[in-house]
């Protein structure tokens, strides 16, 4: 079956460490991969997904077909970052969208 | 543009009963889907429609359905309440499809079902 995990359900670091969100994926078709972002009091955002290979807000993705995972990245973690992120695979069979359980990350001053 | 908005926001029901939750997409954007969350969880996804067309259907049950109007709005329907059926209903909606084109999310109806 697809899925999405994300193993930690919150990482908490200090502003200006870098940051890594995990996410690992099971499909067995072309993956297509989304990171999206929930702030306090905001609504769910995108934040990139991999087709685009963008860099949004300093974070940047890479899709490992080998390892399955598609790993978030910030080399220097801002307060501001502090949020509710969300792995997502998309389905071509069936038009399905999967989320991960998400991670929340804290970034202390 | 106020962006994509859904009513109500928050819903009582009791089990066995139907609800209607309703979505307006933003402007010019032809695609709406439909999303579960259950307290501590990431988003299921229930539905996608496109120009008034159902699209893609996640793993939920038939009491859930769903349409897409001539002006691309959308309503959510689900029958018989059952207590677990009680979390945040999000709507999402974009120019096309979902996997080429950025979802637009609402801030969603909060349903308890007692």
């Known amino acids: 079956a697809q899925r999405v995990t994300q193993p930690e359900k919150l990482l908490s670091v200090f502003k200006g460490a870098p940051v890594e969100l995990k996410c690992n994926y099971s499909y067995s078709g072309s993956p297509e991969l989304f990171w999206y972002v929930q702030y306090s009091r905001q609504r769910l955002q995108l934040l990139l997904r991999?087709?685009s290979r963008e860099s949004i807000k300093g974070f940047t993705a890479d899709l490992n077909k080998g390892e399955t995972s598609f790993h978030l990245k910030k080399p220097f973690a801002q307060e501001e970052d502090s949020a509710m992120y969300y792995c997502a695979l998309f389905l071509n069979y069936g038009q399905n969208f999967v989320f991960g359980p998400g991670t929340r990350l804290s970034v202390l001053p | 543009d106020a962006g994509v908005t859904q009513s109500p926001t928050h819903l009582i029901k009791t089990r066995g009963q139907h609800v209607t939750l309703r979505c307006s997409p933003i402007?010019?954007?032809?695609?709406v889907s439909w999303y579960q969350q259950v307290l501590g969880q990431g988003p299921q996804f229930i539905f996608q429609?496109?120009?008034?067309?159902?699209?893609g259907r996640g793993n939920f049950p038939d009491r859930f359905s769903a349409r897409q109007f001539p002006n691309y709005s959308s309503e959510l329907n689900v029958n018989a309440l059952l207590l677990g059926d009680s979390a945040l209903y999000l709507c999402?909606?974009?120019?096309?499809?979902?996997?080429?084109?950025?979802?637009?999310f609402g801030a969603g109806t909060r349903l308890s079902v007692l």
């Open positions: 991999h087709i």
């Open positions: 402007s010019g954007h032809k695609s």
């Open positions: 429609y496109y120009e008034k067309e159902e699209r």
């Open positions: 999402a909606s974009s120019l096309g499809g979902i996997a080429k084109n950025i979802q637009y």
